[in-house]
C-alpha cells in the first residue's frame, strides 16, 4: 500500500545487496551473472595470478616456473643458513669483485669500452696470441713434434680407422640424432 509521501513501504522495496551496488571492474564477468559465479571468477583470478597453479601450460613456461620456483628455494635456504653463516669464515671475494673494486683494473676496463668495435677486436686478438704464445712456451716442443710427425695421427689416417659405414654417414653431412 502507497504511503503518504507517495513512496511505497519498506517492505516492498527489496534488499541491496553489495555486489549490485559495486560498479563493473575491467575484465570482470559481465552483470548476468548471478554473485557466486562473480565471486569464483575473482578467486580464479587471484589463484592464476599467484605462484599455485601455472597459468600457463607449454614445455618452456613450466620449465621456467619450475627453475624460479628452485631459485627461490635456494634463496630461502640462503636465508637460513646467513644467521648461522655468522660462525663460519666469510668467502675469498670473487676475481670479478676484485677487478671491480681495483682502480687500476676499472681504468683498463673503461679504455677498452670506450674503443670502436674494431679496435676491441683487434685488442682481444692480441691478446689471444700472447696467450697462445705463452702456452706453447711452456710445453715441450718434442713431445708435440713427436706426434705431428708420425704418420699414423694425420687426420686422412684416422678418419679411415673410423668404421666404413660410419664415415659413409659422416661424408653425407646428415648425421642422425
Known sequence: APEP???????????RRIEDCLP???DSPSKRFSPSKRKQYYINKAI???DLIP?????????????TR??????????????EGELSHSATPSIFTEACNNETYVEIWNDFMN???EEQERVLLYLEEEAR????????????DKWQELPAYTPQECFQRISRRLRATLKRGRIPM
Open 5 to 15: 509521501s507517495g513512496g511505497l513501504t519498506p517492505a516492498a522495496v527489496p534488499p
Open 24 to 26: 563493473l571492474l575491467q
Open 48 to 50: 592464476r595470478n599467484s
Open 55 to 67: 597459468r600457463a601450460k607449454g614445455r618452456k613456461s613450466l620449465q621456467r616456473l619450475e627453475n
Open 70 to 83: 628452485y631459485l627461490m628455494t635456494l634463496l630461502e635456504q640462503d636465508d637460513c643458513g646467513s644467521d
Open 115 to 117: 674503443r670502436s668495435g
Open 133 to 144: 704464445k705463452k702456452h706453447r712456451r711452456k710445453l715441450p716442443v718434442k713431445n708435440e
